[in-house]
């Protein structure tokens, strides 16, 4: 079965201190991963897909096939990143049809 | 480019009445998928449509139905609602199927 786990409601952090959330997973064909970030009263935006690589607000995401996992790291928390972060995986079906599963959420709350 | 668009904003309908919700994606964007979002549940994935067929329905009753149109924009529609369906309603669109989305603003409904 298709399935992302994170396993932290709430991850609470100083500012300036290291952020890392967790997000593994469960799929049988090759996974394609975000994150989703939601600030307060803002829609779900994307911060980033694994397969672009890319760093955002500081922000990186490696995948590792081994341990199922593709966590959100940053090596220094801002108050500005504190907000709901969702990890999804697209799992894809005979045909192209495809759909993102989301975990649960991760609600970082970053303190002055 | 305009984002995603959703309306209405916010719903209030009793038990047993049916209601309508509307998504406009962005420009060019000719997938879009529809989400729900609930405290317990997390998002949950309800249909997918693109070039006006649905081409993924997720696990929930038949109730819940959508549409989409020629210009893309989609409609989904619940019957006889129940408490249980008060949820934000969640509309993301993207340019192709497997391409990435991106969600509007959403709509909150409550079920009285």
């Known amino acids: 079965a298709q399935r992302v786990t994170q396993p932290e409601k709430l991850l609470s952090v100083f500012k300036g201190a290291p952020v890392e959330l967790k997000c593994n997973y469960s799929?049988?064909?090759?996974?394609?991963l975000f994150w989703y970030v939601q600030y307060s009263r803002q829609r779900l935006q994307l911060l980033l897909r694994h397969i672009s690589r890319e760093s955002i607000k500081g922000f990186t995401a490696d995948l590792n096939k081994g341990e199922t996992s593709f966590h959100l790291k940053k090596p220094f928390a801002q108050e500005e990143d504190s907000a709901m972060y969702y990890c999804a995986l697209r799992a894809m079906f005979s045909g192209g049809y495809n759909k993102l599963i989301f975990g649960a959420g991760t609600r970082l709350a970053v303190h002055p | 480019k305009a984002g995603v668009t959703q309306t209405p904003r916010y719903l209030i309908k009793t038990r047993g009445q049916q209601v309508t919700l509307s998504c406009s994606p962005i420009s060019g964007h000719r997938s879009v998928s529809w989400y729900q979002q609930t405290p317990g549940q997390g998002l949950q994935f309800l249909f997918e449509y693109f070039s006006e067929t649905q081409r993924n329905k997720g696990n929930f009753p038949g109730r819940f139905s959508g549409r989409q149109f020629s210009n893309s924009r989609s409609e989904m529609n619940v019957s006889t609602l129940e408490l249980g369906d008060s949820a934000l309603y969640l509309c993301?669109?993207?340019?192709?199927?497997?391409?990435?989305?991106?969600f509007g603003p959403g709509t909150r409904l409550l079920v009285l």
């Open positions: 993301a669109s993207s340019s192709l199927p497997w391409e990435t989305q991106y």
């Open positions: 799929y049988s064909g090759s996974p394609e």
